[in-house]
């Protein structure tokens, strides 16, 4: 059993920055990774990591403005928020799973943790 706890939500203004946090505990997964759901909207995938080689993907609407890393030692990933934008608001979510595909697609996934709500205002 993987249990994730995220940290880091919080309101911000347009062009501002955030950094959400994941802490995992337990064993069995080889990827993680974070996704976002805005009210009436499917959950989409953002960004993901291979916690093994550091592999790193980013969705195309955020590809140069949010970095994922990761520190294996305390089995936790970041997400680095930059140049925020109010269609980034989102309740966050972490997720982890095994496999090699779908790292950016729900499926792919096993685990999620509760998520941390980010708002972005003009």
């Known amino acids: 059993q993987v249990q994730l706890v995220e940290s880091g939500g919080g309101a911000v203004q347009a062009g501002g920055s955030l950094t959400l946090s994941c802490a995992g505990s337990?064993?069995?997964?080889?990827?993680m990774g974070w996704f976002r759901q805005a009210p009436g909207k499917e959950r989409e995938g953002v960004a993901a990591?291979?916690?093994?080689?550091?592999?790193?993907f980013h969705a195309d609407s955020v590809r140069g403005r949010f970095i994922i890393s990761r520190e294996n030692r305390q089995n936790t990933v970041y997400l680095q928020m930059n140049s925020l934008k109010p269609e980034d608001a989102a309740m966050y979510y972490c997720?982890?799973?095994?496999?090699?595909?779908?790292?950016?697609?729900?499926?792919?996934?096993?685990?999620w943790g509760q998520g941390t709500q980010v708002t972005v205002s003009v």
């Open positions: 990591i291979f916690m093994g080689t550091g592999s790193a």
């Open positions: 337990g064993y069995g997964v080889n990827k």
């Open positions: 997720a982890a799973g095994r496999g090699f595909v779908d790292v950016l697609k729900v499926g792919g996934y096993e685990y």
